[in-house]
């Protein structure tokens, strides 16, 4: 009986939510959103999806399929992509920007305190433990992303094709992507069992409607249908809030200037960074340290360590790199000044470029729902994001756990193992156990690991 009435029970539909409670909840997300991508994710379908219902499951996976075809922050371009779809253009502004303002303040003032401090050996020692936290964090994104994507062994094989091009062959990102993506397009056609489904693993997800997909059956979401003027405005609008800046910079202080550098640098990685801060951290890793020189390996590692502990996307560690190259190239600016204009004109072109994506592509996105070509794309991008992630983790090892690392051809690294920490490896294995075996929280992992390097580095001397 009682099964009966549950059945019965009838579900009252969503309300619309309006603007100000829309605007509350995306600051909320923006104060909470610890735990990378996937803990971004997660909190945004637990409020927007099972709490307040806004928005359906299947509309809230195919946004989020377009998000993680984009360059840039998957996470804040899905908050984008929400806010757009319940209120216009505005909706969407207010949610970007709450998602990354709360982070990028904290960001600054660690950055801040990191130049000034960094070198005090306790500050040290406590950046000792966070890299062993860091690099249990960045596999554990590994394992959850590959449980995803990883469906079968067409996937698995995408995913180490990846990893053995971008490790072995230094096959340049992007040219991963774009043979990814054509491998799932080319394989929906010849073997469709292997390539459909769902990016994210979740094929049979009941269509539980939300007040998104109530509102557009009503008709009352116009926007979401393209128009023929759509494209040219939004190009004509946004390009020139994006590179703006960067040129004015260009203008007022030359082309070889670290500002230039700087702004140029990070539109290109705008344009070309694909699967979000995991994927995209080894190419600006490389570039970083070795081609211009702003940062030591180590300090890479700790910039992704203070990302981790800041609320918004963990591609906020561009902001640490730009924040530090233009630090130590200030000329006749102060030096603090110097690195905090270097790391606003970061976040311009970083995140700048995220709206300008999702609202060029969002409506025609929303047009192709159920577009199966589209989905097996999405899903071989994303395995090959995996082993992209496979190759960051790689490269975070060896320079966490070895003091020296010998280049082979091609780029490849192998490490002195004569060299290795083993300090740094215990601790790395010990957050690892943490992470992946008792399911720590990352905060918790995080302060404990610095602790314990904190110890570890003072018991050895």
């Known amino acids: 009986m009682s099964a009966l009435v549950?059945?019965?029970?009838?579900?009252?539909?969503?309300?619309?939510?309006?603007?100000?409670?829309?605007?509350?909840?995306?600051?909320?997300?923006?104060?909470l959103s610890f735990g990378g991508p996937a803990g971004q994710i997660a909190l945004m379908h637990k409020e927007l999806v099972e709490e307040r219902r806004w928005i359906g499951e299947q509309r809230f996976l195919h946004a989020l399929?377009?998000?993680?075809?984009?360059?840039?922050?998957?996470?804040?371009?899905?908050?984008?992509?929400?806010?757009w779809l319940l209120h216009r253009t505005i909706g969407?502004?207010?949610?970007?920007?709450?998602?990354?303002?709360?982070?990028?303040?904290?960001m600054l003032v660690l950055s801040s305190l990191y130049v000034l401090y960094g070198d005090v050996p306790l500050v040290e020692a406590l950046f000792f433990g966070v890299k062993a936290a860091v690099l249990a964090i960045v596999i554990q994104a590994v394992i959850r992303i590959g449980r995803r994507a990883l469906k079968n062994r067409v996937m698995v094989s995408i995913a180490v094709s990846a990893f053995i091009a971008i490790y072995a062959l230094n096959v340049p990102f992007p040219l991963i992507i774009l043979l990814a993506g054509l491998t799932g397009w080319l394989g929906n056609r010849i073997a469709p069992a292997l390539f459909s489904g769902s990016a994210h693993g979740k094929d049979d997800v009941a269509d539980i409607k939300g007040a998104v997909d109530l509102m557009f059956e009503r008709g009352e979401l116009a926007h979401l249908r393209p128009t023929k003027w759509h494209a040219p405005r939004t190009i004509a609008i946004w390009l020139p809030i994006w590179f703006g800046p960067v040129l004015l910079i260009w203008w007022l202080t030359g082309s070889?200037?670290?500002?230039?550098?700087?702004?140029?640098?990070?539109?290109?990685?705008?344009?070309?960074?694909?699967?979000?801060?995991?994927?995209?951290?080894?190419?600006?890793?490389?570039?970083?340290?070795?081609?211009?020189?702003?940062?030591?390996?180590?300090?890479?590692v700790d910039g992704l360590g203070l990302a981790e502990t800041t609320p918004g996307p963990l591609i906020l560690v561009l902001q640490f790199v730009g924040f530090i190259a233009a630090f130590r190239h200030a000329g006749s600016l102060d030096p603090l000044l110097a690195g905090s204009l270097g790391a606003l004109l970061t976040l311009w072109v970083t995140f700048t470029p995220c709206f300008f994506w999702i609202f060029l592509g969002a409506p025609y996105i929303e047009a192709l729902r159920g577009n199966k070509a589209l989905s097996a794309a999405l899903g071989a991008i994303t395995a090959a994001v995996v082993g992209v992630i496979m190759n960051l983790a790689l490269w975070f090892a060896l320079h966490v756990i070895f003091r020296e690392v010998?280049?082979?051809?091609?780029?490849?690294?192998?490490?002195?193992?004569?060299?290795?920490?083993?300090?740094?490896?215990?601790?790395?294995?010990a957050t690892m156990i943490a992470v992946l075996k008792l399911k720590i929280g990352m905060l918790p992992t995080l302060a404990g690991s610095a602790l314990a390097g904190v110890l570890l580095l003072a018991a050895s001397g």
């Not at 029970?9 to 309006?18: E, K, R």
């Open 6 to 31: 549950s059945q019965d029970t009838v579900v009252q539909p969503p309300a619309a939510p309006t603007f100000t409670e829309a605007m509350k909840l995306w600051a909320k997300i923006g104060l």
């Open 65 to 83: 399929n377009y998000c993680m075809l984009l360059p840039g922050p998957e996470a804040q371009q899905l908050a984008i992509y929400i806010g």
């Open 92 to 106: 969407g502004l207010v949610a970007g920007i709450l998602f990354v303002v709360p982070g990028a303040l904290v």
């Open 256 to 300: 070889a200037s670290v500002w230039t550098e700087i702004g140029r640098f990070f539109s290109l990685m705008a344009i070309v960074t694909f699967g979000g801060a995991y994927a995209v951290l080894a190419y600006v890793a490389q570039a970083a340290v070795q081609s211009f020189g702003w940062l030591a390996p180590g300090e890479m």
């Open 406 to 429: 010998h280049a082979l051809g091609l780029g490849m690294n192998v490490p002195v193992f004569s060299s290795i920490d083993w300090r740094a490896a215990l601790l790395s294995c």
